[in-house]
């Protein structure tokens, strides 16, 4: 399995769906400091109540409440994580925001906006200042990783979701770009393609979408958040060291990219 043992990490959306069981995924794998960042800190006790009531937890768990799209929030949540666990090696930008369909003729341009902050401007800060931290880290930038939580609707096109589809391409070039320009010092950044997955985010979908969408997966079901973060986990660990620049569906084989 892999570890992340000796290794300190941020994951934004931590409190809900794919970036929480993220969370438990590496504290299963023994990750030594953990940032778990989302807009409330309140949900964020909530969510991890039972992972702090251990001394260890308390040792390994620091909660930030940030929202991510705000750049001053950004610095912050990623220089407590280096004064509290003195580096950084891993980060995953997971945080993210779902569109009810509409169409483009229809998409206001608010709506717009506030997905493309979100989705978009979110992780490019992210990615932006866990570099510098990565790359001021004692290791200078070996074993780093940055994992950009994208979308299978950020492979294929889809009806209705012009914003969401356009804001996970966005985040897949965004991926590309730092991937090239971070692979000489030896980070590795990579996006992860969910296809639908059970979360929060999901539930927010009419039901009898559930059905249309798992039966457009060659394995025919959604996915589960426990699925994604194992996808996650490979991705921040070296047991892909020679991975970067690279999109992963964990989709249930919905794309055909
Ligand atoms: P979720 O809604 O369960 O969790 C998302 C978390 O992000 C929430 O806790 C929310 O509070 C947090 N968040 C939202 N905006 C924020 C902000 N501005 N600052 C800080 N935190 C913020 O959703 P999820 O399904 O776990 O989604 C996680 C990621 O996976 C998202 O990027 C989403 O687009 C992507 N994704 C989800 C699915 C799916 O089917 N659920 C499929 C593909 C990709």
């Given amino acids: 399995a892999p570890t992340l043992q000796g290794k300190v990490a941020i994951i934004t959306g931590a409190a809900s769906g794919i970036g929480f069981s993220t969370a438990q995924s590496f504290l299963a794998a023994g990750v030594q400091g953990l940032a778990l960042v989302d807009l409330s800190l309140l949900a964020l006790q909530d969510a991890f109540s039972s992972a702090l009531a251990s001394p260890e937890g308390q040792q390994r768990i620091l909660l930030l409440e940030a929202d991510v799209s705000d750049e001053a929030s950004v610095i912050s949540y ?3 994580t280096v004064e509290r666990f003195g580096k950084l090696d891993i980060s995953v930008q997971n945080a993210g925001i779902a569109q009810q369909p509409i169409s483009i003729m229809d998409q206001e341009v608010d709506a ?3 997905m493309m902050r979100v989705n978009v401007r979110g992780p490019f800060l992210g ?9 001021a880290s004692p290791s200078g930038g070996k074993g780093g990783s940055i994992v950009l939580t994208a979308s299978q609707l950020g492979l294929d096109g889809a009806p209705e979701l012009s914003a969401y589809c356009s804001s996970k391409f966005a985040v897949r070039g965004l991926m590309l770009s730092a991937a090239a320009e971070a692979g000489p010092q030896g980070v590795r950044v990579n996006a992860i393609c969910p296809g639908p997955v059970v ?8 039901r009898e979408q559930w059905t249309t969408f798992a039966g457009k997966a060659m394995l025919g079901r959604l996915g589960q958040p426990e699925e994604i973060a194992s996808g996650i986990l490979f991705l921040a660990s070296e047991e892909s060291a020679f ?15």
């Fill in 78 to 80: 990623v220089s407590r």
């Fill in 112 to 114: 717009w906006d506030r």
């Fill in 127 to 135: 990615v932006k200042h866990s570099l510098k931290a990565i790359l």
């Fill in 199 to 206: 979360t929060p985010m999901m539930e927010k979908t009419p």
């Fill in 243 to 257: 991975v970067t620049g690279a999109s992963l569906k964990v989709d249930g084989g919905w794309s055909r990219f």
